[in-house]
């Protein structure tokens, strides 16, 4: 159920009364005047429930539906019954039909059927596991003395076994073989040529509470995908930090149940089309701080969640537009 229902019912019933009493009094003019003022008055009650959700595109339905509900009455009320009733099938129609896209947007994957991940490291979530893709390309490890806490990995080549890399899916129909990794020109490569793909490259060595991270990535393909940080990763919990290349941005808490939106929102700060972004993501005590090309986008509390330690790593994924090219330049990991 919608949950501004009540809301639209006294938004319809009031409409209806006053365009009523218009039409009654003064024909058509009488009814187009009122309206006219129901235009200025949803106008105002709108914009107090897109305030009330702090900016979250979520309060935009509800304001959406607001306006249509004002409008259903209006029409009800001057004896436009036909338009009423088709503006009724319409509102009903957006706001159910349209859910399973909604949720494909929020990323919610089914597919959680078996976690295998590269280098016989093994992710095991509470109920089922997740599928695993391995990289297409295999290159020499570079030589290292052991693994860091705080460095940064810049993948000139593959940095080999303290790496984990495995791919989600979401929904039946992606296919899992359709990402590939590489390693050009100082970069990693990710290619993906198959919708609703989301592949992950976790740094596992240590387990981190408080920790910064930054990275560097150049869009090479399509318009059209999602780049993600990830802090606190552990079996199947972790938080998410995820943009657009469109520039809308969510921070997910992912558990069993899958992901979970903490907020979102949306940015200018993002550099579009084919072109290079920083993304910044700061995980300290219970509060999760985003940005974008050194512009700080939210900090965000989290008294439900509260995971408290993991791996940390990155996302890159496709979305409904492929195909899909990204070049990780860098990864920072540091203290806060």
């Keep these: ?18 365009s009523r009493r218009g039409y009654r ?8 005047q009122v309206a006219s003022y129901v235009v200025s008055g949803i106008g105002f009650l709108g914009a107090g429930v897109i305030m009330r959700e702090e900016g979250n595109v979520r309060g935009l339905n509800t304001a959406a539906t ?12 001057a004896d436009l019954i036909p338009e009423a009733v088709l503006a009724t099938l319409f509102v009903v129609c957006a706001n159910t039909l349209l859910r399973p896209v909604v949720d494909r947007i929020n990323r919610k994957p089914i597919d959680t059927a078996s976690v295998e991940v590269t280098n016989t490291v093994e992710l095991q979530a509470p109920t089922k596991a997740l599928d695993v893709v391995k990289p297409t390309q295999t290159l020499e490890p570079a030589a290292t003395e052991g693994p860091q806490e705080f460095y940064t990995e810049e993948f000139d080549v593959d940095p080999g076994p303290n790496w984990a890399f495995y791919v989600i899916r979401g929904n039946n129909s992606s296919d899992k073989s359709k990402v590939a990794t590489s390693f050009e020109n100082g970069k990693m490569i990710f290619d993906i040529d198959d919708k609703e793909l989301y592949a992950y490259y976790m740094y596992e060595p240590f387990s981190y509470t408080d920790v910064s991270l930054d990275m560097q990535a150049e869009n090479q ?49 993002l550099h579009m089309g084919k072109d290079v972004n920083e993304f910044g993501m700061i995980c300290k005590g219970n509060s999760i701080t985003m940005s974008v090309n050194g512009k700080e986008l939210k900090t965000i509390k989290d008294n439900t969640y509260k995971f408290d330690e993991g791996t940390v790593g990155f996302n890159i994924s496709s979305l409904d537009v492929i195909p899909v090219t990204v070049a990780v330049e860098y990864m920072d990991i540091s203290q806060p």
């Design 66 to 77: 607001l306006w249509c509900s004002a409008a259903v009455g209006a029409c009800a009320g």
């Design 25 to 32: 009094l003064g024909g058509a003019d009488g009814a187009t």
């Design 1 to 18: 159920m919608h949950f501004g229902l009540e809301t639209d019912i006294r938004s319809f019933g009031l409409t209806t009364l006053l």
């Design 221 to 269: 393909g399509k318009n059209t995908n999602n780049v993600s940080l990830v802090c606190r990763q552990n079996s199947n919990d972790w938080y998410e930090f995820s943009i657009t290349s469109g520039g809308l941005w969510v921070l997910y808490a992912h558990n069993s149940d899958g992901y979970n939106w903490m907020a979102n929102g949306g940015t200018t700060a």
